[in-house]
């Protein structure tokens, strides 16, 4: 069995000062109270010792008594029980089978003779229930038959208050308040001497051992059970403790929170009352007696006296813990929570808390020492501190004093094993991680974060990014030390970035990306850099790199320019013109940001809508050398080129023009005529170079978007006389001609096509033509006879509210004022509101240009 | 220390199981147990309530404790041995006068435990079987006998108990859902045993706390009492 030392026994009363050498003489009873100790003997005699305690060198207690007087009672009878009652200044001695009160301090009988007589054995009320503070309560068990007696004892008088009688034969009582716990012949019983109630608690053979009764606190006592067992018991008749389990020859018990003592023939054993464990054993031969007094253990033989010291409960906990026995440190710890001022218990219990957690932890108990860690409120830097190199060179902790542990660090916890080391250091990554949020980090944030780094970056842990890119206080100079040890560059960057600076950030990136370093974190590590850029509001470091990313790639790199946030191009934009001039020599990327100025930003300025032009111009003729567009498919940048052209307004097409001139792109011609209105010109293109009659039908419906309907019919007819002017033989365009009318009946005015038409087109060729023309003419006049109508009408609704204003008369008198300037009216001028208000023209005209007043409605 | 809302006791004869069956709910393993001295007590947390499951020592030394330990319980686990007949005759003879002490409402399961030991049974035959493979190359692997004791004796005891209590059936549970047969060495029906009682205990604690805290009377006792005794001597 696992022990621990609570108590440690020192002699009190050496056999010389009680008897010297005479054999026949042995102790009877004691009792303690205070300083004052009390001894009766079997040969009659009272002996009175003050106790002193002091403290020996080695730290532990030590008493010396020292005799102040003994008294012989005159009876030759021994002493059996004393008792001390210190607020009435008294010892009751049982002797003789009569108590009697004596002077505590010089022993001598009180003159009035008060005693009680008869009792055989009795109890002192602990918690007694008169309210009288110069009054004891005694309870005998009387020499008559079944018989206990309560009386009341004050300085010089006794007074019985009860007596009940009881259904066995009693051995031995107990009481508290009004309860009292008895050992009968065959059971123990609670017997509520007020109400005569009784409780039978549990059977026991009173002629085979020794019964014990002992008030252990309030309402509870503890007694001795079969099988050696220490029972516990309530007044209320139940058990609300495991029971101990003492040997079978127990003659005393005692009690000394948390522990519960009883001596046999050979040992004192101590029971924690926590767990019912046996704590300690201390061979004590020839044992007699075994009490408690007020939190004092005595326990003697027949000849001498001693004293059980309890160890101080940090002391006992301590040596727990240093025994690796965690669990019952901790019950202990916790078990005598009341009997220390709740301050002193925090710190020590927090302590104590603490420590386990080492313990669990050089177990690698991991969620057992989290939680320790936890409610113990440990400080972080204790557990980082035994991990070599974690805490910053900076950190100005220190390890507490007296340590939590006993480990250097970590190599001597695992003893270098390397399975064990990497365990250790997970625990610590998961558990930093945790409570880097919470308020245990607050103070130092930098030692958790930056040790929390060095872990990631050991580990090759994904988190080591997170934790850069997220809030964090991880220590510029030793994170980065550590990240180069280990070949984090691209996390050495993000740690530069977050201490702003970039340019460093930067630097490095680029040397993994040429492969100057090695750092294979990203793969994407050249976008990644592009895209910093982009975002990065430093614009000489976006200059300094601009070269490096577009040389990589034009279409990528040229991003840093044309994907920066919105909110800087409005403010903080880059100069267009730098911009342009840095890309003349990345074609690819000059037409990507050119495209961004004039597409996505919408700026209006000619030069670079032409410059764009002109470059996809060039693009196009490159990639066509042959001049020959015919059936050739639109490529995509000619389909860019002939967007461009028709969208913009802006460029220089007379200069296009004459780029374009003989290069056989006859729509991109037609649409830079169109743009300088020469229509004619553009659809003689479309109609006769390219033969493309949709696109000239195309062309009059684009080129007209916007511009109202005589406009277009303008192109229509333009159109319609390029078809008809051909040779009439030439029947090549007398299709598109017939086509152009039939479906766009309604764009022409027919009857100007129907003069231009020759005479030998047939009707029914002309059908759909002069169908919708003719519905087309009829919808319209109907239209407007409808608008004419409504006309009308509306106007004679004006007409009759006029009316109806002008018909009733107005009378001017004094009477009548101003509504606005409350004048009377001089002149029989005057303004009328809808409402009937009067008011003078010039107050009107006022009121009219001062928008503030209320304005009464419109004149008329 | 806590304050227990309820009490639960396991009684019954020696050597059932007693013990093992409460290691195994509250520390979900089965290990060899010494005979109990005295008495053993263990808190358990179950919802927001404490509850105290006494396991008492089933030796006949210790059988005048039983009383004790049943003053005030809440609920009474009879316990048996399914293969052992003269443990179920105990529990009437010996075991059903201890409960005297017992609440008035006290509820009781009879349990027959050792069920992996039977040589008939259902559910449990295949976790019987991997455990006798393991075993094998033991000395004392315990022979399979058949189940001497069926659930119906168990119930029918319970009515008994209900007759002794002077209970009427529809006042209490019935009698085939407080019989259970258990296995503490394989955990079967261990769990479902304590829960089950757990959520019956419940109700009753609330129903107490309802009433008002029964043993808080202390001080408003003490002074009453006296004035009582004046009274008395006055008429």
């Known amino acids: 069995m696992m022990t621990i030392k609570a108590f440690s026994l020192v002699s009190a009363v050496e056999r010389e000062l009680l008897m010297g050498d005479r054999d026949r003489i042995n102790i009877e009873c004691v009792e303690c109270c205070g300083k004052n100790l009390y001894v009766g003997t079997n040969d009659c005699f009272i002996y009175h010792f003050l106790l002193e305690e002091k403290t020996l060198p080695t730290g532990t207690a030590a008493f010396t008594a020292t005799k102040q007087l003994h008294r012989h009672l005159g009876f030759k009878k021994p002493v059996n029980e004393l008792r001390a009652a210190s607020a009435l200044n008294r010892l009751l001695v049982l002797c003789d089978n009569s108590i009697t009160l004596v002077n505590m301090m010089n022993l001598e009988p009180i003159p009035t003779g008060a005693r009680i007589k008869g009792a055989v054995t009795f109890a002192l009320n602990e918690n007694p229930v008169s309210g009288d503070p110069f009054c004891v309560e005694v309870c005998i068990i009387s020499v008559k038959r079944r018989t206990i007696q309560v009386f009341m004892v004050y300085e010089d008088r006794v007074q019985i208050v009860k007596e009940v009688s009881t259904p066995e034969q009693p051995f031995a009582v107990a009481v508290d308040g009004h309860f009292l716990c008895l050992a009968l012949t065959t059971q123990y019983i609670i017997l509520n001497y007020n109400t005569g109630v009784s409780q039978d608690l549990f059977p026991y053979c009173s002629e085979e051992k020794r019964p014990i009764v002992k008030r252990i606190g309030r309402q509870e006592f503890l007694l001795a059970g079969p099988g050696g067992l220490g029972m516990f018991a309530t007044v209320a008749g139940i058990s609300q403790r495991a029971p101990v389990h003492w040997s079978e020859n127990v003659i005393g018990a005692a009690v000394c929170f948390p522990y519960v003592i009883a001596l046999d023939d050979e040992f004192i054993t101590v029971h924690s009352m926590l767990d019912q464990q046996q704590k300690q054993t201390l061979p004590f031969k020839e044992g007699h007696i075994l009490q408690d007094f007020e939190g004092r253990v005595i326990v003697t033989t027949s000849k001498g006296v001693y004293i059980l010291v309890p160890l101080p409960l940090e002391k006992q906990i301590q040596d727990l813990l240093a025994s690796r026995r965690v669990e019952e440190a901790l019950v202990l710890a916790k078990g005598v929570r009341r009997n220390i001022p709740k301050e002193k218990f925090q710190v020590m219990y927090r302590r104590i808390l603490q420590q386990a957690g080492f313990i669990q932890f050089a177990q690698l108990q991991f969620p057992e020492a989290k939680e320790l860690f936890r409610s113990g409120q440990l400080d972080v830097r204790e557990l980082i501190s035994l991990y070599p190199f974690l805490l910053p060179t900076s950190s100005s902790f220190t390890r507490s004093h007296p340590p939590l542990h006993e480990y250097a660090d970590l190599n001597q916890l695992t003893q270098g094993d390397q399975e064990k080391m990497a365990k250790c250091k997970r625990f610590l990554m998961s558990y930093l991680n945790e409570v880097r949020s919470t308020e245990v980090a607050n103070g130092y944030k930098e030692d958790i974060d930056t040790a929390l780094l060095k872990l990631y970056a050991e580990a090759d842990h994904n988190s080591l990014l997170d934790l850069l890119v997220t809030e964090n206080f991880c220590l510029l100079t030793d994170s980065a030390v550590w990240l180069e040890k280990h070949k984090k560059y691209f996390a050495l960057g993000l740690l530069y970035h977050y201490n702003n600076q970039d340019a460093a950030a930067l630097q490095l990136w680029v040397n993994i990306v040429n492969g100057d370093i090695c750092d294979s974190t990203r793969s994407d590590l050249y976008e990644y850099v592009v895209d910093f850029l982009t975002y990065c509001l430093d614009h000489e470091l976006v200059w300094k790199y601009a070269d490096w990313v577009l040389q990589k790639s034009e279409e990528v790199g040229v991003q840093v320019f044309t994907k920066r946030p919105l909110d800087e191009q409005q403010k903080n934009s880059f100069n267009p013109e730098d911009v342009i001039s840095c890309l003349k020599k990345y074609p690819k990327a000059l037409v990507r940001y050119l495209e961004h100025l004039v597409i996505d930003r919408r700026l209006q300025k000619e030069e670079y809508h032409t410059h764009l032009a002109l470059l996809y111009l060039e693009e196009v003729l490159q990639q066509r050398p042959s001049a020959n567009g015919k059936g050739a498919e639109v490529t995509e940048m000619q389909a860019k080129l002939r967007s461009l052209l028709q969208k913009s307004d802006l460029y220089r097409v007379h200069f296009l023009i004459d780029k374009i001139q003989g290069t056989g792109l006859h729509m991109e011609s037609a649409i830079l005529h169109g743009k300088l209105e020469e229509h004619e010109k553009a659809l003689c293109i479309l109609v006769h170079e390219l033969k493309d009659f949709a696109a000239a039908e195309d062309y009059c419906l684009w080129s007209s978007e916007g511009r109202g309907d005589p406009y277009r019919q303008r192109l229509f007819h333009t159109l319609l006389a390029i078809y008809l002017r051909g040779d009439p033989s030439d029947c090549e365009l007398v299709v598109p001609a017939v086509d152009l009318l039939n479906h766009h009946a309604t764009e022409f005015d027919a009857a100007e096509v129907l003069q231009l038409l020759p005479d030998t087109w047939s009707v029914q060729l002309l059908c759909p033509f002069l169908t919708g023309a003719m519905r087309h003419s009829i919808h319209t006049k109907r239209m407007t006879q409808v608008a004419l109508g409504l006309a009308k009408s509306e106007n004679l609704i004006y007409k009759y509210s006029k009316m109806k204003l002008k018909g009733s008369s107005v009378q001017l008198s004094d009477k009548k004022l101003c509504q606005v300037c409350q004048n009377p009216f001089c002149k029989p001028v005057f303004v009328k509101y809808p409402n009937g208000g009067l008011v003078h023209t010039h107050c009107a005209a006022n009121r009219h240009t001062n928008q503030n007043s209320p304005s009464p409605g419109n004149r008329t | ?235």
Request: some cysteine; proline content about 3%.
């Open chain 2, 1 to 235: 220390m806590r304050k227990p809302d309820v009490k639960i006791v396991l009684l019954g004869d020696m050597n059932v199981g007693k013990t093992s069956l409460l290691h195994r709910y509250m520390e979900r393993r089965f290990q060899d147990t010494v005979s109990t001295v005295g008495g053993a007590f263990y808190l358990k947390q179950w919802r927001s309530y404490n509850i105290s499951i006494w396991d008492t020592a089933g030796r006949e030394q210790f059988h005048g404790l039983g009383s004790m330990y049943c003053r005030g319980a809440g609920a009474i686990i009879l316990t048996y041995d399914v293969n052992h007949l003269q443990s179920l005759v105990e529990l009437e003879d010996r075991f059903l006068g201890l409960t005297d002490t017992a609440n008035t409402d006290c509820l009781f399961a009879i349990v027959g435990n050792k069920l992996d030991l039977a040589e008939e049974g259902a559910a449990e035959d295949q976790e019987n079987e991997q455990d006798s493979s393991r075993e094998a190359g033991g000395s004392c692997v315990p022979a399979k006998v058949p189940k001497q004791v069926k659930l119906e004796d168990a119930v029918a005891l319970y009515k008994k108990i209900l007759k002794y209590r002077m209970l009427d059936e529809k006042d209490v549970p019935a009698a085939e859902k407080m019989c259970f047969e258990t296995s503490a060495k394989t955990g079967y029906n261990v769990d479902y045993l304590f829960e089950t009682l757990f959520d019956m205990v419940v109700p009753m604690i609330l129903r107490q706390r309802a009433e008002g805290p029964p043993q808080t009377v202390v001080i408003s006792d003490y002074e009453k009492q006296p004035k009582q005794m004046k009274s008395g001597c006055c008429a």
